[in-house]
């Protein structure tokens, strides 16, 4: 079972509302693009089965388009008393996918810093899996999921701050 929050039940199931109730995998991989579920499946199995960092970039269909996300988080065995669970952020990269594409000409001042740092380190984890480092793996990956972090308290409070 997957307990997703507000954002995360949006963006992968459509409907908010499923945010914080224990939701079967088949809820929660309803929007992910056929050719990614494959390769997100594997990345599931493989997380209940070591433990560890996890991270898998897939796309999502919404009524707006297609969504690229980042996937980042850590899984923790079985326990007594505990079954295997984990947490962990989306990041939406579908900017960053697009610019390779069609390279928009914004000056890297005008994006804000944490922007900037995500799309280094995205990059950075690119060149580390082709290299296939596991322990620059494990600091990258550890990089990017406080970013990731960081980044949704900044947006929790901002939306928090335009409720007020």
Not at 109 to 123: G, S, T
Request: negative net charge; glycine residues 6%; charged residues 25%.
């Amino acid at each position: 079972m997957h307990v997703l929050d507000r954002d995360a039940a949006e963006i992968l199931t459509g409907d908010p509302d499923l945010a914080d109730t224990e939701l079967p995998l088949e809820t929660v991989i309803q929007r992910l693009h056929p050719d990614d579920r494959a390769t997100f499946l594997a990345a599931v199995e493989r997380a209940e089965r070591e433990s560890g960092v996890v991270v898998v970039e897939y796309r999502v269909q919404t009524p707006e388009g297609t969504r690229w996300l980042l996937d980042h988080g850590r899984t923790y065995p079985a326990t007594a008393g505990m079954p295997a669970h984990g947490h962990g952020v989306l990041i939406d990269v579908t900017h960053q996918k697009l610019q390779a594409v069609e390279p928009v000409h914004q000056p890297a001042q005008a994006r804000a810093p944490l922007d900037r740092a995500a799309e280094h380190a995205i990059a950075t984890r690119e060149a580390i899996d082709a290299d296939g480092s596991a322990s620059l793996r494990l600091l990258i990956d550890m990089v990017l999921l406080e970013i990731g972090r960081v980044i949704a308290r900044r947006v929790a409070k901002d939306r928090a701050t335009g409720l007020n």
